[in-house]
């Protein structure tokens, strides 16, 4: 069973590899005997007790994904590095924050930019390196706020409130994933995307009083670990998928079921 989701030989290119749930990703893509590009404009530097072993595993690789010339620039020197890339996980967003009314045109496009934009350059430049390998995989992370509105009520004055543009990119992002599926099929690239649900960063959590709002959302009254996301992950990375594509997997305690 172990061989189904295995990724030994794999290349993989984690966007935003530096992140709260990319960084578990990466670590979990080398769990399964993966070569890993982190592809992120920030380093993370391994914690105190890491495995070295998996740190060695993982190569960082700066670069801008706003701009195209550094998304070609870090795709080169992964192949430079690795000889090839057989998976690209679109795992990195950023964006810009406002209420509807107040939000400037500039604001719009960034957190467009910042989902299905970066979503978009990426997948296209990725596209050479997949015809030069055979085909490839393509792993897009959504959210559940590109299925389901964020509920207003219980944001409040948290501070923690979702802008419009952050959720009409993530589906976007959805659209996207079914998009490449059906147009890239016949170059043997699958494409898929996972929607993760709360997953609140356990370096800056937000007040109690809003975690309980988050968790009472779930059908599983809690919110998501890092490690949560992993899986989805690797089945659709893996040839444990090798029938699924244009698929979108929720992992979000039940948050958009009810
Ligand atoms: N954490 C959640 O609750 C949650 C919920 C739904 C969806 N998501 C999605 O999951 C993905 C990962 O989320 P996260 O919580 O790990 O976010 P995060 O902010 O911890 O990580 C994002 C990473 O992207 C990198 N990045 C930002 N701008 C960049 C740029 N221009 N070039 C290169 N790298 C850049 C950041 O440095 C960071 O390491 C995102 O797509 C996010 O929208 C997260």
Same mark, same amino acid.
């Given at each position: 069973m172990k061989e189904l989701f295995a990724m030994e030989g794999k290349v993989v290119v984690v966007t935003g590899g530096s992140g709260y749930l990319g960084s578990a990703l990466a670590d979990g893509f080398v769990n399964y005997g993966a070569q890993v590009a982190v592809a992120d404009i920030t380093e993370r530097k391994a914690e105190p007790g890491e495995d070295p072993a998996v740190s060695e595993k993982k190569h960082f690789i700066a670069c801008d994904l706003s701009k195209t010339a550094s998304i070609q620039a870090m795709l080169e020197k992964t192949a430079a590095i690795f000889g090839k890339i057989d998976v690209l996980v679109n795992c990195a967003a950023y964006g810009a924050a406002s209420p509807i009314e107040k939000m400037s045109d500039e604001e719009w496009n960034k957190g467009l930019d910042g989902t299905v934009g970066t979503a978009f350059r990426c997948t296209r430049e990725v596209i050479p390196y997949f015809a030069a390998n055979g085909g490839g995989?393509?792993?897009?992370?959504?959210?559940?706020?590109?299925? @389901?509105?964020? *509920?207003?009520?219980?944001?409040?004055?948290?501070?923690?409130? &979702?802008?419009?543009?952050?959720?009409?990119?993530?589906?976007?992002?959805?659209?996207?994933?079914?998009?490449?599926?059906?147009?890239?099929? *016949?170059?043997?690239?699958? @494409?898929?995307? @996972?929607?993760?649900?709360?997953?609140? &960063?356990?370096?800056?959590?937000?007040?109690? +009083?809003?975690?309980?709002?988050?968790? &009472?959302?779930?059908?599983?009254?809690?919110?998501?670990?890092?490690? +949560?996301?992993?899986?989805?992950?690797?089945?659709?990375?893996? *040839?444990?998928?090798?029938?699924?594509?244009?698929?979108?997997? @929720?992992? *979000?305690?039940?948050?958009?079921?009810?």
């Open positions: 995989v393509i792993v897009n992370f959504a959210s559940m706020y590109g299925m @389901v509105s964020p *509920d207003p009520r219980i944001y409040g004055k948290s501070g923690q409130n &979702n802008p419009a543009n952050y959720g009409a990119g993530k589906a976007a992002v959805i659209q996207l994933t079914r998009y490449c599926a059906a147009h890239l099929a *016949d170059r043997n690239i699958r @494409v898929n995307c @996972v929607t993760p649900g709360p997953f609140p &960063n356990s370096a800056k959590l937000p007040p109690e +009083e809003f975690l309980n709002e988050l968790r &009472n959302k779930t059908m599983l009254g809690r919110i998501g670990g890092p490690q +949560e996301m992993v899986g989805a992950v690797i089945y659709l990375a893996s *040839d444990a998928s090798s029938f699924t594509t244009g698929s979108n997997i @929720v992992v *979000d305690g039940g948050w958009t079921a009810w």
